[in-house]
């Protein structure tokens, strides 16, 4: 690949290193030298302007342990990780690499469609050391009739696509065969609990309820992964269509859903806002306001009884559980077809060559993806890398809809200015470029569960949502890409005279005024509240010290939409004279200190 550089200039590489590191820049091998136990750094090396060719590359150790974290100073910035925006390379000039990703494209395919749940896969060992992916479950239909309209149930078993877009469900029951169809849906009816919280009338939506849940909608950033127009109109955000729900789910069960999503799908895309049940009732109003009802069809009776057992002979009862029972992995499976499989089974396009295969809608190259992963020995689903689970995690749960993350920006701010009724700005929320590298894994894990006791910035009206089957592969895989430990906190050894002066620098008169924008015990943030920052005292179990450091030394390097000033342009001194020297990292680390004696003020 390549180093993008504006001007030349001077740099250096600095690694944190497990296994063997070679680096050749410009077509130079870079001399590194060791620099304490697992560090190696270069001396300065020339940078062109423009494009620079660089190559690394990482031998593991005998073990087969290997870890890189390659940072790099330059004439212009302080040490920091090499960014991925100035990391540039072309996808297409290698044929590996194009053939790498489609068997990796084949291989998350195989099991996001549950491949696994109807055919043998070569894992030995337990679930917990595979793909996680493979420990997802699927939706259950235990309370079926009592959550779903019986209409769309018929719809939907019918042709999955035409009621909803990016699904993996497909079509069992050809559409002609409209006698077992019904048999299906009459059993699917038939999946009631005792329990009738749901089933009272549901009272007229009033035009402010409707208006409430509109607010909600755009505030809560439902706008970024849902629309309502036809399932299958093409869309440039790529979101889902909410056209027909109101007649997916029953009146009171669609305010359930919105306040559980996960209670019959822990791994659903769809995140827990943890909405309050106004909010859900307000938010269930504005989509019945919006939905399309179906193109209704001739009511078509059934038999409960013939649809059980289709259900068992169609293999619905493979992924979907119809009471509290978890599904259990069949010990004997089909195999995976052997061969070509372009023309076979699940894979076949044509229904002469399908049999009675399910029928998927898969585009050409997902097809094509899965067909390169079935022709390979299949072992690496037996391969748990985290760091790559949270990337399939990130892309999948479409994070980047809300969050800057390297080069790419966010729909959502498109969104609510093209489509928003509100006539708000978007608000700017926090990038995810570095949060592996700043947040320590504990709270990140309580962050995408939802288990945080405090939010970090109450003043957004966005709220991050819970992803809780999710939250564990992101946290530590977020942190993994970084190559950074996994902590849970780190231990500071109090000095009473940093504390003093780490007070004195927070303060405008003799510091940097941080008291402007950030609150600490007692006391509220001073300035305008635009530019509001984290409590100091919520800092301690949140962000590392060494991404501390970095992040004061250069808040726009880190983070180009920051409203956060630089106090050291030169990296080294700040205009505080006074204190320290005007020492830029001594003052940093007097404000660590500062900062940690409040975190233990108020344990």
Known sequence: ????????????????????????????????????????????????????????????????????????????????????????????????????????????????????????????????????????????????????GRPWLQRWIEQPHAVRNQTSMPQVIPEKNSSEIADLVAYLATLQSADNSVDHQVELDSDE????????????????????????????????????????????????????????????????????????????????????????????????????????????ASCHAVDDTPLQWED????????????????????????????????????????????SDGESLSYRHVASAAERQVQRLKCGTCHRRDAATPDLPILILEEGEQGHPPELLPPLTWAGEKLFTPWLEQLFSGKLEQK??????????????????????LVQQHAVESKRSESVVADADLVRIGERLIGKDEGFHCLQCHAVPGKNPEGAFESQGIDFDLIPTRVRHEYFQRWLANPPQVDPATKMPRFSPDGKTTPVTELLDGDATRQFEALWQYIHSLERKTR
Not at 226 to 250: C, G, M, T
Not at 311 to 316: A, K, L, M, N
Request: aromatic letters at 6%; a positive charge; one cysteine or more.
């Open 456 to 477: 970090s910035r109450p003043w957004l009206k966005a709220r991050m949502p819970a992803f809780p089957a999710h939250a564990a592969v992101l946290a530590d895989g």
């Open 332 to 375: 004997t499976l089909r195999p995976v077809l052997a061969g070509n499989h372009r023309n076979k089974g699940c894979l076949a396009q044509e229904d002469v060559q399908r049999a009675s295969a399910p029928r998927f809608t898969l585009a050409a190259a997902d097809r094509e993806a899965l067909q390169v992963f079935l022709q």
């Open 209 to 316: 309820l409707i208006d409430q849940g509109m607010v909600l909608y755009e505030d809560l950033g439902c706008i970024g992964c849902h629309h309502f127009e036809q399932p299958d109109q093409e869309d440039p955000y790529d979101r889902i269509s909410l056209r027909y729900v109101a007649d997916k789910y029953r009146p009171n069960y669609l305010v359930q859903f919105l306040l559980q999503p996960h209670a019959y799908y822990a791994w659903r895309k769809m995140p827990d806002f943890q909405l309050e049940e106004t909010e859900a009732r307000a938010l269930a109003a504005y989509l019945r306001d919006r939905a399309t009802p179906l193109e209704r069809t001739e009511p078509i009776g059934g038999n409960a009884s013939l649809g059980k057992q289709l259900f068992e002979d169609r293999g619905c």
């Open 1 to 148: 690949g390549f180093i993008s550089r504006e001007l030349a200039g001077q740099g250096r590489f600095e690694g944190t290193v497990v296994g063997r590191l070679k680096i050749v820049l410009n077509g130079q091998a870079v001399a590194l030298r060791r620099a304490g136990s697992g560090m190696v750094r270069s001396g300065d090396v020339p940078l062109r302007a423009g494009l620079n060719a660089i190559r690394v590359s990482l031998a593991s150790r005998p073990t087969g342990e290997a870890r890189l974290r390659l940072q790099w100073e330059t004439n212009d910035r302080v040490l920091e990780p090499v960014d991925p925006v100035s990391l540039v390379h072309d996808a297409n000039s290698s044929v590996t690499l194009k053939d790498s990703q489609r068997l990796r494209k084949g291989r998350e395919l195989f099991v996001t469609m549950n491949c696994g749940r109807c055919h043998a896969t070569p894992i030995e060992q337990p679930l917990d050391e595979a793909m996680p992916e493979l420990r997802r479950d699927s939706p259950s239909l235990a309370d079926a009739g009592r959550r779903f």
